[in-house]
């Protein structure tokens, strides 16, 4: 999996078809794409699929159970982010994949010690760019300010980041190279784009970063 | 008044954008509104007024927009935050960039596929929609909701499910 789109959400949550959605990803240069709540298939087109839940629950003994239900190994887990002590224990969690919506929460809910202890447990943050695309003014600043800060934590503790268009219709599906062009607005590299792109594969093939013991 | 000489004058670049859904049809005016919309909230007034972002041709589901060299990818990122022209929901998707018009529209006519839209009836919910079929399997459904049309984004295997 060189290239995946981390979150699409085809009907009934969005307009467009799961096998819509696929051909327009391979259109747009994508190998394989993370579909929320869409059914469960191998590959569709030449595009692999793979299935995703979203967790949102803020107390975090529902998140535990929600993961036992659905950690089947195949499932990629993502829990919305929320404070900091419920960050924390998310990071602890066996069974999460990625932790998204870092932008919606509150500035210190992320800090150096999460991006740490994100690295060491191999949990990725999702970089969601449906806000950078959709939103106006301050609220867009404020997303474009908290990745630009996730990305220095990024390139200083190396925790794995992942890309998603999070689209809900093929209209907000956008391209590899469009998703490199709105990155640079945070200060994103095209090879740390292309890492972010080839995450969830990695995630998948359950390889962790190699560790130096001295 | 007399015309500029060709060196004093800015160097400019164009920009080739399919327009999806390629069945919609965009005012230039329009279209150059949300553009501009989009760059102004994006970059500033200032990188706008450096930039002299324009439409000037939108047509056959492409449009061909111009800036001042060196700010093409400013707009080639202004042109992915605009979601909506005149109300209508589009997504705008950047084709080519060169230095002449005349380049682009024969761009325009290596992409063929606006010609070939079709337009028919298909049943979707125990309803007859109208729809646009293009691409081969793309169909677009104008499905009729409670309040206001939906349009949902099929292909046609699922419609013949």
């Known amino acids: 999996m060189i290239a995946t789109d981390a979150a699409v959400h085809p009907y009934s949550s969005g307009n467009s078809s799961l096998l819509r959605m696929v051909i327009t990803a391979r259109e747009l240069g994508f190998d394989s794409v993370v579909s929320i ?13 793979l299935h995703g839940v979203v967790l949102s629950s803020g107390n975090v003994q529902d998140i535990r159970g929600q993961i036992r239900k659905a950690g089947d190994g195949k499932t990629l887990v993502m829990v919305n982010a929320g404070d900091y002590s419920f960050n924390r224990a998310i990071l602890n969690m066996k069974g999460v994949h990625i932790l998204r919506h870092i932008e919606r929460t509150h500035k210190k809910s992320f800090d150096h010690i999460m991006a740490r202890m994100a690295a060491e447990r191999s949990v990725a943050i999702d970089i969601d760019l449906h806000p950078v695309i959709h939103s106006r003014g301050p609220p867009r600043q404020k997303v474009l300010q908290r990745y630009r800060d996730l990305i220095r934590l990024h390139s200083r503790y190396g925790f794995p980041v992942t890309v998603s268009s999070n689209a809900y219709s093929v209209l907000e599906q956008r391209s590899v190279r469009d998703l490199v062009l709105l990155c640079s607005l945070f200060g994103m590299e095209e090879e740390q784009v292309g890492e972010a792109l080839a995450t969830i594969g990695k995630l998948r093939s359950g390889r962790r970063p190699v560790e130096v013991v001295t | 008044m007399k015309p500029r000489p060709p060196t004093m004058r800015d160097k400019r670049r164009y920009v080739l954008i399919r327009i999806d859904p390629p069945w919609e049809e965009i005012d230039a005016k329009e279209l150059y509104l949300a553009v501009h919309e989009a760059f102004t909230s994006l970059f500033g007034d200032t990188r706008a007024a450096e930039a002299m972002v324009a439409v000037v041709d939108c047509r056959d589901g492409h449009a061909i927009a111009r800036c001042t060299r060196g700010h093409e990818v400013f707009l080639q990122i202004a042109l992915l935050t605009v979601h909506t022209v005149d109300g209508r929901r589009v997504a705008l998707r950047t084709r080519a960039t060169s230095g002449t018009m005349h380049a682009l529209k024969k761009r325009i006519i ?36 409670f309040k206001k049309q939906e349009l949902l984004f099929l292909t046609h295997k699922e419609l013949e499910m």
């Open chain 1, 37 to 49: 709540g869409g059914e469960a298939a191998e590959e569709i087109e030449g595009v692999q699929l």
């Open chain 2, 110 to 145: 290596e992409y063929p596929y606006p010609g070939t839209i079709q337009m028919r009836k298909v049943e979707f919910d125990g309803d007859f929609c109208d729809a646009y079929q293009y691409q081969g399997q793309k169909v677009d459904v104008i499905a009729k909701g």
